[in-house]
């Protein structure tokens, strides 16, 4: 398949080590990504000319990366206060740039020491603020509050159940198993493990709930004429969507059980020439095994109401019709606010990703999640 002419590329990936105690600052973490990042596309510091990143004010800020790389001059730069639901629509607004002429090579990263730093849902300024902290009481105001609510519902509606969302974490870990950077790689988990695990909101435990994580993630992207790494991957289409009264409490949100695909896969399948059977491998974003089963459904790939029965009859594990999260995903890979899911895709379409490669992987959906809004990518491999 050759490349599509103006179509923006992603050139290059580099990650660190992912750890629970990285003993280092955030921008060294995202300066080692970086550096391997530039590597990997071909190019030098000198060429990029444009940085962004998406946080939640625990990240080291475009300006002093730029810094300590040695970059510059650059004539883009974009620091988005925003969790995963950003990460994508940063992707697609960054190959914007350079398509449009005003960046030749953007770095794009994500650095932070969620484990031994700061922790997502305590941002420094208070994680029970505004609304929150009339929910915080009754156990309302967590990410994962939010999405236990949101399995309950489905499970009362369409009957799902426990296994349903215990085969998810279950094959997210045997993948890890096949990579030897994931946080979880030896440390297998068997359908009695998760049964056992303490609740944490209910319906989800403890293994329903991804990685916290030091790391970090850098991707590269570029114009196909140039970017000199041999490896590229075509950015072929991207969308967000938000869906009418999308902010907590959600009392007005029309549907607990559909999640932010329902409000952009159509425009995200139709830009990219392609539907739902059509993509070979899928890095969805899996801060809950809730939030699988549910993407399942609201991008496609199968009925409303049986995303359990999908991903509990092995079609989401290697060899199946729809393999997710090759690389174990956030749940057991590790939590880098979903860019280690894009650094997977990246390998996949590459075929560069050694005993967790999926056959003949040519398109990959990637999804960046935060309930009720999100975004997503459709990438290509150029070859």
């Known amino acids: 398949m050759a490349?599509?002419?103006?179509?923006?590329?992603?050139?290059?990936?580099?990650?660190?080590?992912?750890?629970?105690?990285?003993?280092?600052?955030?921008?060294?973490?995202?300066?080692?990504?970086?550096?391997?990042?530039?590597?990997?596309?071909?190019?030098?510091?000198d060429e990029i000319d444009a940085i962004a990143?998406?946080?939640?004010?625990?990240?080291?800020?475009?300006?002093?990366?730029?810094?300590?790389?040695g970059a510059g001059p650059l004539t883009w730069s974009q620091s988005v206060v925003g969790g995963g639901s950003e990460m994508c629509a940063l992707i697609g607004t960054a190959a914007d740039v350079v398509t449009d002429g005003r960046a030749s090579h953007v770095l794009i990263y994500r650095a932070m020491n969620g484990a031994s730093g700061v922790r997502m849902g305590d941002y420094g300024t208070g994680s029970a603020s505004g609304n929150r902290q009339f929910m915080a009481p009754y156990g309302y105001a967590t990410p994962v509050e939010v999405a236990a609510m949101a399995a309950a519902r489905h499970m009362a509606e369409y009957g799902t159940t426990r296994e349903h969302l215990g085969s998810i974490a279950v094959t997210m870990r045997g993948n890890a198993q096949r990579n030897r950077g994931a946080v979880m790689n030896g440390r297998p988990m068997t359908m009695d493990d998760y049964l056992r695990c303490r609740p944490i909101a209910e319906p989800l435990h403890l293994l329903d709930c991804c990685l916290e994580t030091d790391g970090a993630v850098a991707i590269v992207i570029s114009l196909p004429d140039d970017a000199t790494s041999r490896s590229i991957v075509e950015i072929r289409s991207w969308a967000y969507g938000s869906g009418?009264?999308?902010?907590?409490?959600?009392?007005?949100?029309?549907?607990?059980t559909a999640m932010f695909p329902v409000w952009l896969r159509d425009q995200l399948f139709e830009r990219a020439g392609v539907g739902p059977a059509d993509i070979d491998v899928a890095c969805l974003y899996d801060a809950f095994t809730y939030s699988v089963l549910s993407q399942i459904e609201d991008f496609?790939?199968?009925?409303?109401?049986?995303?359990?029965?999908?991903?509990?009859?092995?079609?989401?594990?290697?060899?199946?019709?729809?393999?997710?999260?090759?690389?174990?995903?956030?749940?057991s890979e590790g939590y880098i606010h979903g860019l280690n899911n894009v650094a997977e895709a990246v390998l996949q379409l590459r075929g560069e990703a050694s005993d967790r490669q999926v056959p003949d992987a040519h398109l990959a959906l990637v999804s960046g999640y935060s309930f009720t809004r999100g975004s997503a990518l459709i990438l290509g491999s150029a070859a």
């Open 3 to 45: 490349t599509m002419s103006g179509t923006a590329v992603i050139a290059g990936v580099g990650r660190t080590a992912f750890s629970r105690q990285s003993g280092r600052t955030v921008l060294e973490l995202a300066t080692e990504a970086a550096l391997g990042a530039i590597a990997d596309a071909g190019i030098s510091v």
């Open 53 to 69: 990143t998406y946080h939640d004010n625990d990240t080291a800020s475009p300006s002093e990366v730029a810094s300590d790389l």
């Open 244 to 256: 009418p009264h999308s902010v907590v409490p959600y009392e007005k949100y029309p549907d607990l």
């Open 300 to 331: 496609g790939f199968c009925d409303k109401g049986l995303g359990g029965e999908f991903a509990g009859s092995g079609e989401i594990a290697a060899g199946g019709a729809l393999p997710i999260n090759p690389n174990g995903g956030l749940l």
